[in-house]
């Protein structure tokens, strides 16, 4: 490389440690927000907030960032691939930003949380017409937004690269297709067992402390570093993180169930995992974060679901902890506990579905969004198509609106594109299982004897360590030797659930 | 008030809402870094508080804050008492910075960390001779710096100046004189006595949890509003707050012991009462913050020592919750609790003196300080000199240094000036108390009920609301109509010692 790119590089990492440091106290601020901070205190933490927002975002979009930019673009094919990501991150983020006229996007902005809060109040009051003017207008905004930025083929493209770089409607009718058709096939094979699992025999009262002590014992197991983390409550669960040596997350427990923080905490793990596995050399690249939300998805729902509920791991976790903790459980046999884990049940609530219906409720969003951005619906009908849609795929239909269309909150703030990270996380998460196993030829013996490091180190060589360096695509080209193949994900679905429900 | 000033205030306290929103970001980064930190963040971290003190700092001396000072300064006669004090404190920080040349002080905060190590080390390694030419080139820049700072009359009126505005030699010379002349005289009559308390009968198993519980119980009574507040645990006991909203304390708990935590959340909570009872109204004007150290250990000992180890208060709390919590106490009269609490005995370390000896180790500091800047001692001859103090007014020698002159931190990092504050901190509280007893003449009444609601609402209204408007000596005045008396503390210490001694 030429002396004077070095020294540019130098000046850039130094402008990006900025940034970094910038983010990094902004993340704390709100991390404490949301599990320290007095109840008193709101107003003047939001000026705190606001503040660093602000400088970040100046940071992220000055003329000195944008020399940078340019002189870099200038001099593309002299970097590295790290270098190279890091230009193209800054690019994007700067370009998705600046596209945009100031005054529209602040318009937005206050748009946004106005309709935040009448999205609260409709689903409250079970009403989607208080929510209905907001949406439109938030639609509206998404679309002249798109104009800015541009699109290619369908409008929605441009959403879902903001969140997934390289998913498209093209690849997503694919592979959301073929995972659909195979959930709806294999529920109503599951429908016609004979086996009906009663999970009121696990109905008891499990004290927070203990629950608390489990959560922290499956950590350790699966590899969350405390010394490089911690685990706190707050009312829904979630990771954050200001280096790879500072990663927190939280549960939430609820003392007359035991499941929910359990699998939160191995949730909220597999995503804690991921960011403490970051290479330290990634720091001053704007690079050190996960790859994307689908990514950062597929690792937390491989530590909840394909470790977290497999029957190997799980029977480890029952037999020395979980019936030594809590005395109901005692004299429970595994089996029965093993089936109230993994009982398949169409709902009506995303965040409360089991492993096998999960994606479906995600592609009846996609399937939504993608008819929005294409006008071939209207705002009015959404209520009506959500519910086709959920009595199509899944058999069960909303009686109100808080329990359909309502229920999430991501629409509200003009968040469409992000719905179908959850499941390309599921998709993901298979396909690197399958490579995994020709790895790890005793991966099954490794789950039963809850030896879950040598996975975890696997994980972190292949994919934890680069960061944002790959893309989504290139990174799972890298690790599988082949594009997403929902094949994967269904192979896995299909034999663990027709082994469970001898179907 | 003419226009032009008005529009110029509001575009300061603009100004000052960013240094405090920064100033809010930088003491939660450092909070969290003291209680809930996991251990291998370290490095990262320190590199995000560098960067926010880097810009409070350019925000504190820019040559923008300097054009508002100048302005202000032309317009001083036209500004309220509350403006006034603004940009005089804005000032004296300025000028106490700038007035130092840049490389100066950046070669002094280099040798103040060595130092700080070199401390350590000589503490561990019980040998003065370790931290001798640190300290020695500590004193040096400390006297080049009064050089650049100016002083009346003594050098080291400059560096108490620096910690309680309006306190000098001549004030400390006369006030402390009387106080160390009486405190040792009280010493005497006590040791006299034939009362010997043997405090071994209340040492027992405390465990932790039940401490925390006593801690939250004392701070609700005492006032402290933990909706705008929390209690958490550090290693060293410290209060800090964001805003008036946001108010932390920690506290220490020995499970082998239950006095420590007690008392240590009883003071914090005082420093805390006092920041929670700033006016909202201060909020951008720099003032929200209190009078001085001087005055904020007034407030924590008022309610540590004055309410909190008093006979009335004492006997409520203890027969209210203390007897209820710990079984090994049930049978205990109250009278033998309260001596164990309020024992006299002469000992070497600061931090573990009893209230009456407490302030002759301060006294003991500032005569050596004193002595240090008037070039009456050289460094080799301190520790002779701190043992023969020790041996006068306390009646104790320390066989080593760790346990006399190497005992505190405060000379490694330069703070000279530093100390007195505590001292004057139980003077202050003293008289306080003593005009307090005016307005509210069923006082001890209140305290029996374990009801301090109205004496922490006398306190909010007379100090706690003015923030740093008024100086201390200006405080002092406001409240008891008085300048500063060493009276009051010494009759209180009278009353109290003499009847509890039977002297």
Known sequence: MEKGIEIKLLELKDYIKVMENTKQALDLIYWDKMVMMPKKAVEGRSEVIAHLSEQLFNLQTSPKLKEFIDYFEANFEELDKVNKSMVETLKKEYEETKKIPVSRYKEFVILASKSEVAWEEAKEKNDFLIFKPYLEKIIEFQKEFIGYWGFKHHKYNTLLDKYEKGITVEVLDGVFGELRDALVGLLKKIKKSNLKIDSSVIKAYYPRELQKDLSLFSLDLIGFDMNAGRLDESVHPFTTNFSNKDVRLTTHYYEDELLSALFSTIHEGGHGIYEQGISDELNGTWL????????????????ENIVG????????LFENKIKKSFVNLENLDFETFYKCVNKVEPSLIRTEA???TYSLHVIIRYE???????????????????NEKY???????????????????HWSDGSFGYFPSYALGNLYGAQFLNTMKKDIPNYKELLGNGDIKPITKWLKEKIHTHGAVYSPMELLLKVTGEKLNPKYFIDYLEEKYTKLYQV
Request: charged content about 30%; proline content about 3%.
């Open 288 to 303: 050190a974060q996960g790859a994307s939300m689908g990514v950062h998805e597929s690792q937390s729902r491989f530590y």
């Open 309 to 316: 509920r497999s029957e190997e791991f799980l029977s480890f």
């Open 354 to 356: 089991d492993e096998l």
């Open 368 to 386: 939504i969004e993608k008819a929005i951005f294409n006008g071939e619906v209207a705002t009015s009908d959404l209520p009506r198509l959500w």
């Open 391 to 409: 009595k199509e795929y899944l058999g069960i239909e909303p009686t109100n609106d808080s329990e359909g269309i309502l229920q999430d909150m």
